[in-house]
């Protein structure tokens, strides 16, 4: 049930009509973020190859794109929006805390989903068809492998009663990490091979920075981290793959 309950929390897939996920299984739903990751790459990227057929280029990468979005509902989105409003609007813990939580969007918000989307179409419009689909595929996946470690490497900044999805997460153990590994390098090593194991280095150096400073600022992590987490380490991702196949 955990995998179909990741499946409810971080897609819009209507899996709730015929499953009923007990509570306590959202606990451990981050072990399978990445698993949750194929689905959503997985249609981003028959998006972008289907329509490529008939569009041009540029027009189906947008598409591709969007098809991500009305799949997950702008969660992850949503997460790096709050995260740039409250960390950067925020002076002291409580009052980041307190941005973050607030439903409206700032400036900072604004500026951030710009730059964020710029630099992600942009990159994946520096590919070729092949390899911009190939590297949806390694890029989600693996991204929401490297951001899920932030359950273990710092605790929730919240009480759970104050969470926006009123649940927190328990660290994973040892399988459940095994798990993600799995589903988060498994399409690294089927598509690109050891220059996509390579191009982990930037997301991984982001993740630390990253991690380091909400340690810092807010002793901990939230939805919010998570969500932003994940985009930022995807984009690391893939401007590492464009380096070293420029290198190449």
């Known amino acids: 049930m955990k995998p179909i ?95 973050m939580k607030d439903s409206h969007i700032g400036s900072y918000g604004v500026l951030a989903l710009i730059l964020y989307f710029f630099l992600y179409y942009s990159s994946l419009n520096s590919l070729s068809l092949q390899m911009a689909t190939l590297t949806l595929l390694m890029a989600d996946p693996a991204s929401k492998l490297i951001s899920s470690m932030i359950i273990n490497r710092l605790p929730y900044a919240r009480k759970e009663e104050e969470s926006k999805a009123k649940v927190t997460y328990s660290p994973m153990t040892k399988k459940e990490m095994m798990i993600s590994a799995f589903f988060g390098l498994t399409p690294l090593l089927l598509f690109g091979g050891w220059s996509a194991l390579l191009a982990l280095i930037f ?46």
């Open 203 to 248: 997301p991984v150096i982001l993740f630390f920075v990253l991690t380091n400073y909400m340690k810092k600022r807010i002793n901990g992590y939230t939805g919010d981290c998570c969500g932003a987490l994940f985009l930022l380490c995807e984009v690391a991702f893939i401007i590492n793959y464009l380096v070293i196949i420029q290198w190449n």
């Open 5 to 99: 309950a990741a499946l409810i929390f971080f897609t819009r897939l209507p899996l709730w009509r015929w499953f009923t996920v007990p509570p306590e299984y959202y606990k451990n739903l981050v072990a399978y973020w990445s698993m949750s990751g194929w689905i959503t790459a997985s249609i981003s990227a028959f998006t972008l190859w289907c329509c490529s057929h008939f569009l041009p280029f540029t027009v189906s990468l947008l598409l591709a794109i969007l098809a991500r979005l009305l799949l997950t509902g702008g969660l992850h989105e949503d997460g790096l929006a709050d995260f740039f409003d409250g960390f950067g609007g925020g002076r002291s813990r409580e009052r980041i805390l307190a941005i």
